[in-house]
């Protein structure tokens, strides 16, 4: 999430931007609010001839929202919709990084002059497009959890129940800040692994059979499996 090295511009005015919204939006110091409640109330005021496009999922495709800036235009998908129209932390990221790509990418609400290159490749134009996602997702790291409202959380999980983002979101944010070493991270999430395997009987039992490879190798792939669907490791993005 975080990209910080390949955000474009500078991040301390990636960072004002976001609090320049909050201000606009009149979030104060909320650190849990119904973002989709402000897109469909008040970011009319903020970009100007703001229009709310929500198409039904499968024609989105892989896509959940997207925006455009002529007029300036969310697109979200049906269930997306459904899902920040509930407060789920993670819509809340996805409207609050697509408000990014509003505030510092779009034509008249630029925050700083982008480049004056010419993309001449296709592998340029990517790269610019991979920077862009880059700095909308540190804008929405900042505008959820802002700077002065993130003192004293160490702990990504207090974190995430707190602001009510995700606890990747979280984490990477409180790392930024340098409010967490890398050492808690991992013992906070050993932790936590080791308390779900207490409770989550594991489907098959490793045993350690001499010379029977083939068996051990059909156990092994049972029991990664299983810790694949649970929830901790889709949390801190574990790939086996």
Wanted: aromatic share 10%.
């Amino acid at each position: 999430m975080t990209g910080v090295q390949t955000c474009a511009l500078p991040i301390w005015l990636i960072e004002r931007a976001a609090y320049e919204l909050r201000d606009k939006l009149n979030i104060g110091n909320l650190m849990d609010f119904n973002l989709m409640g402000l897109v469909e109330n008040d970011f009319q005021e903020v970009f100007p001839g703001f229009e709310l496009i929500v198409l039904k999922t499968e024609r989105m495709g892989e896509k959940e929202a997207f925006v455009e800036w002529n007029p300036p235009r969310l697109t979200i998908s049906e269930l997306a919709y459904v899902e920040a129209y509930n407060n789920v932390g993670r819509r809340r990221f996805t409207l609050a990084h697509e408000a990014g790509h509003l505030r510092l990418h779009g034509r008249s609400n630029l925050v700083l002059p982008r480049t004056t290159e010419i993309p001449t490749k296709r592998t340029s134009w990517l790269l610019r497009a991979e920077r862009y996602e880059h700095e909308a997702n540190y804008f929405a790291a900042c505008f959820l959890i802002p700077r002065h409202l993130a003192k004293g959380f160490t702990n990504p999980f207090e974190a995430s129940s707190a602001f009510n983002v995700s606890v990747e979101v979280a984490r990477r944010r409180l790392e930024n800040l340098g409010q967490m070493s890398k050492s808690k991270i991992v013992s906070i999430g050993f932790r936590k692994l080791l308390d779900e395997m207490n409770t989550k009987p594991l489907r098959a039992k490793v045993q350690f059979v001499p010379d029977q490879s083939a068996t051990l190798a059909s156990t092994w792939q049972s029991t990664t499996t299983r810790l694949r669907s649970d929830k901790w490791f889709h949390e801190w993005g574990w790939r086996g």
